[in-house]
């Protein structure tokens, strides 16, 4: 009896607990879903720039500078929809567990039941006032009176505990089913996404094709990664500005609650220790431009670099160089698509010119981890790198490892 009342227990706790994980899971995937609409709306926009330029026009670094732009937004999109399966994958999980459990409930409950009837059974020749008053002691009478009515009211319980699990078993089964359908839909929008971006990949290259033998458009794509290297400077004050309130907001409160973009930084790997010692960012490649000052022989023009440039082979990955968390995702004209990862004791990396984006905001990185591919440009397929303490950016060729 005491076993089966800890088995109710365990299986109430689950029940109360997936009505607080349900609604956290569904929230989070409404603000998926939110963020969906939110990017598919800017895909369209950029569609309906490039449906209203004539031919000419859209042989054009603006024209590549959107097409980039759309695959950043691409990659965004296919990323939330990994994110919103994962998190159909868990509710399933969780709608699956206490199914079973209630299957479990109800096979218990009905083999209960069905002592009880063969014990009916045997004793329905039974008097029940006749084997009240047979008693041979008013003690056994009432024992005798007191077993009658717990087996009545058992019998009652057991049915209205079997009938309420069943309708609980029916709507369960009914939420796996919706939840499997949407996971079905959420795979195939994601394999049509996919679709399109290498659809738009194609666009890129066959337009780069066009680009890449004209002097002025390169002098122009120059000029823009001269004029983002002031863009990166500020997005790498505004994040140092937002763990700054953060960490504020985390000493007023004592604790994390609910503050979105807001880590432990402590937590991770050392990376002042990886001085001289940290991976590259690509496996193979050479330094085309080297941190600091760059003269452009062939433009005559001079470039203050950041970071360094690395020439790398097509659609080479890009790797995290240590343990951080993924900062910002953005789109610079001049550098295309970046993404800013934050380290421990206050550094940061920067890798631009990446596509097909394979990580979200808020993600925590391995050093290793891919965070997505070189970008082809009109000079090649080269991924420019920065390191940043605070507001310092830093020379990357004393950081990096040698080869």
Known sequence: MMHLLLKYKIIFILLFISSITFPQVKDSINVKNRELKRIRAEITQLENELK????KEK?????LEIINRKNLLISKLINNLIAEENEKEKLIEKVEQNSKFIEENIQNLKDQYSRY??????????NFWKFIFDAESFNQMLVRYQYFKYISNKNKNLLDKLNYNKGQLNNLKDTLEIQRKEKELLANQKLKEKNELEKIEKEKRDLISILKHDKKIIAKEITSKRQAEIVIKNLIANLIERDRKNKIKKFENNQYKNLSQSFDYKSLQS???LKGRLGWPIKEGKIIRPFGENKNE??????LNYGIDILSKIKSNVLAVAEGIVSAIDWIPGYG??????HRDDFRTVYGHISNIAVKEGEKLKAG????QVNESLEGNILHFEIWNERNYQNP???????
């Open 369 to 372: 981890s891919v965070l997505g």
């Open 59 to 63: 042989e054009s670094l603006q024209t």
């Open 397 to 403: 060729e004393i950081w990096l490892s040698r080869r």
């Open 52 to 55: 209203s330029k004539s031919l």
């Open 298 to 303: 062939k433009l005559n023009t001079i470039t």
């Open 271 to 273: 990376f002042v220790e």
């Open 117 to 126: 009837v063969v014990w009916l059974y045997k004793h329905q020749g039974i």
């Open 337 to 342: 698509s970046i993404v800013i990862l934050t």
